[in-house]
């Protein structure tokens, strides 16, 4: 088979899980072997080698994005949709003319508060719905964000993350870090052991973990964002894939 030399995904940071790997490989002999009926059954006088390998890439976050709630309160469940559905619209319009952004208007509900004569808060209907805008461009966002405050809608979340097209071009990055280390690793092994790698009997592939947002300060301010530097993330994110592989050893010569 075939190893490949590391290319220049080397530079990125590299995790490598590998737990008894040599405790891993178990010698069946040939009489064993011949009492077994299986699809694949390992050749007499081989090794069965299980080991896990990882790979990990770095890369700045390169999408910002801020979670509204619309909420309104009224008499009757129509008035209150009417107010949620015109701070929506107010969202629609601000955002319409700022170019590289997304907006997706998402879960909407409407219930009935049957308040509460203690707290002097008398029964209405509550509507409430969460609208997300992402920007590559904090300085597309941010300014936005501010606005819509003003516009009395809650800001609950504002984070960097990752988007989808950088991130699978990411792990795939991290699959091939965590194959080449799988197959040095092999490499190692069968030498340690006095045996040669003779072929891979399955790989398996897992992207192990997904990258987890970076919130940013929450604003004090309802009508302005004052975050220096907010333009750009503060920090790398981590996209790990793990190897796991059966490979069958025989012996050198």
């Known amino acids: ?5 590391l290319t220049t995904f080397a530079r990125h940071g590299l995790r490598i899980a590998l737990p008894g790997m040599l405790a891993a490989a178990a010698l069946h002999p040939a009489g064993g072997m011949a009492q077994t009926q299986s699809v694949n059954p390992v050749p007499p006088n081989a090794t069965e080698l299980d080991l896990s390998a990882s790979g990990t890439v770095q890369a700045q976050p390169d999408e910002l994005t801020a979670t509204f709630m619309a909420e309104a309160r009224a008499d009757t469940a129509a ?3 009417a107010q949620v559905n015109a ?3 107010k969202v629609t319009a601000a955002s319409a003319h700022a170019s590289g952004l997304t907006l997706n208007a998402e879960s909407y509900f409407v219930h009935h508060d049957d308040g509460d004569p203690r707290q002097n808060r008398r029964p209405q209907w509550v509507a409430r719905q969460s609208i997300r805008l992402t920007a590559t461009d904090g300085k597309v966002l941010l300014p936005l964000v501010g606005q819509l405050q003003a516009d009395n ?4 979340r504002l984070d960097w993350s990752l988007s989808r097209e950088k991130r699978a071009e990411l792990t795939r990055r991290a699959e091939t870090l965590a194959l080449q280390d799988m197959q040095q690793r092999a490499q190692a092994a069968a030498s340690t052991l006095k045996l040669t790698v003779a072929s891979i009997r399955t790989v398996t592939l897992e992207d ?6 970076m919130p940013m300060m ?5 009508a302005s964002v004052d975050m220096p530097g907010a333009e750009a993330p503060t920090g790398m994110q981590d996209v790990t894939a793990t190897v ?5 050893l025989k012996p050198a010569g």
């Open 208 to 213: 192990q973990n997904m990258p987890r947002p």
């Open 87 to 89: 701070l929506v619209g």
């Open 218 to 222: 929450m604003m004090a301010r309802a």
């Open 153 to 156: 809608l809650a800001l609950t």
């Open 244 to 248: 796991r592989a059966t490979l069958i």
């Open 79 to 81: 008035s209150a949709q």
């Open 1 to 5: 088979m075939t190893f490949y030399p």
